[in-house]
């Protein structure tokens, strides 16, 4: 820990629960004080000390494109120059809405949002006011944000934190959250068998990146959508991270399903804080002011954080076969750290998706949270002070995706490896 950060953390703890503002930054899963960020560019982040990281966290997820990439930067400029907050309609959210549309084609209509949490939360509230209906199945393991129904078994801080649910829910609100296995297509019929005519919705993040990266197994979305059709279930995407980090259209655009509704933010923010949920056109028209289920916020649609968003969707769109060697330079990079790791015998499992991917401290193959629970958090902690001595910023818990953005340089990649080597190491 730098010397400025131990200041700052000591004067946050007394104006602030935990001296974070949300709690995995509070570094208590690798027994370590949190490092303050001074500033960040491109695939670096730099403390208060000064001391310089190549970046994985990247604001876990949404800076694909890098830290302070300067088209942004302008956009956030020109926006904030003509005021910052409206509370009235803007050209700037239908422009977003379009772009929406068009990337991902199971919205018809969309609202806007300012968190990924709020984007869930209106989406489980909008599937229960269309259907009637109470009940929504989560997988173990997939975090939706901290609203109320969704707390209960989720990855991200909640596992960090081992905290089941969370105090300040209650009980009778938690019943009506139906818990499953993640890619567990027996445990998904037994629940609609038993639960299908109280059901409203099932939420699923397509490839899981709160319990670390964990990919769907064959057949396991393409069913989901079969069995919610069949009963007349809302099937909710929850593509927060997902959304234009694997691929333009998201998940349910590379594997050609459609999903009810979903949602998004991260990346359509292009840093600053947004959210959004679409889907079908007849369930969102159930939305105020067209219809009862009420939603609202003064702040959504934020011209600023519109405009971030805009610029960073039409940097992507312009360059949109650069996914495929995005997902090829992480997916070297995971190769070499695998292979340091097999030499030293240290027993893991990489999981990639395109330029996600999370080392999982296990022998075991990790395809849901209780494979993912069994990973060696001691050795996890080791290596992660490791790469950070080393001037590698990775996520501090063993239930999180790293990041690889179009900023990181091969040079980056080869420091990565050189820590990575020095530090597995040191193990045997």
Known sequence: MTEKSKILFEEAQRFIPGGVNSPVRAFKDVNLSPLFIREARGSKIYDVDGKEYIDYVLSWGPMILGHCHPEVINAIQRAAERGTSYGAPTRLEIDMAHELAAAFPSIELVRMVNSGTEAVMSAIRLARGYTGREKIIKFEGCYHGHADSMLAKAGSGVATMGIAGSPGVPAKLAELTITLPFNNIAAVESAVDMHGADLAGIIVEPVAGNMGVVPPKSGFLEFLRQITHEHGIILVFDEVITGFRLAYGGVQTMMNIKPDLTCLGKIIGGGLPVGAFGGRKEIMEKLAPLGPVYQAGTLSGNPIAMSAGLETLKILRKH???????????????????????????????????????????????FDFHSASKSNTSQFRRFFKGMLDNGINLAPSQFEAAFVSFAHTDEDMEKTIEACASIVKSFS
């Not at 997916?331 to 080392?359: D, H, W, Y």
């Open 320 to 366: 949109v076969g650069r996914y495929e060697s995005l997902g090829q330079k992480t997916e070297a990079l995971c190769e070499k750290m695998k292979n340091i790791f097999s030499q030293q015998k240290v027993p893991v499992c990489i999981n990639r998706v395109g330029s996600m991917f999370t080392i999982f401290f296990t022998s075991d193959e990790v």
